[in-house]
Nanobody
Framework: QLQLVESGGGLVQPGGSLRLSCVAS????????MAWFRQALGKERHFVAV????????VYGDGVKGRFTISRDNAKNTVYLQMNSLEPEDTAVYYC?????????????????????WGQGTQVTVSS
């Protein structure tokens, strides 16, 4: 079992920044690829970003490239999502997720079914 707990969400004005954190406990965090997804009210959960177990490879979803950065610190069992130039369309609940191998095939990383463990989510609201 791997337990994931997100934090760092909140209310921010358009153009502002937030950094989300996801702390893992339980089984070996460093053996998992980690991702962030988001879900707006009444909509499906969508892929935001993913990072390999060693942090060497990252992939970003459409609409966040150049604004969001995913990173991890295996010594702290934590994955981060730095979000800059936030827009009202970024408003959603943000979830972190863990998968043994989200890069096993192309675009697997973007599918929710690839991930075995999920956090409870943290709300991000972008509004003036």
């Amino acid at each position: 079992q791997l337990q994931l707990v997100e934090s760092g969400g909140g209310l921010v004005q358009p153009g502002g920044s937030l950094r989300l954190s996801c702390v893992a406990s339980g089984r070996s965090f460093s053996s998992y690829g980690m991702a962030w997804f988001r879900q707006a009210l009444g909509k499906e959960r969508h892929f935001v970003a993913v990072i390999t177990w060693n942090g060497e490879t990252t992939v970003y979803g459409d609409g966040v490239k150049g604004r969001f950065t995913i990173s991890r610190d295996n010594a702290k069992n934590t994955v981060y999502l730095q979000m800059n130039s936030l827009e009202p369309e970024d408003t959603a609940v943000y979830y972190c997720a863990a998968s043994p191998n989200p890069f096993r095939e192309r675009l697997a990383w973007a599918r929710t079914a690839e991930y075995d463990y999920w956090g409870q989510g943290t709300q991000v609201t972008v509004s003036s």
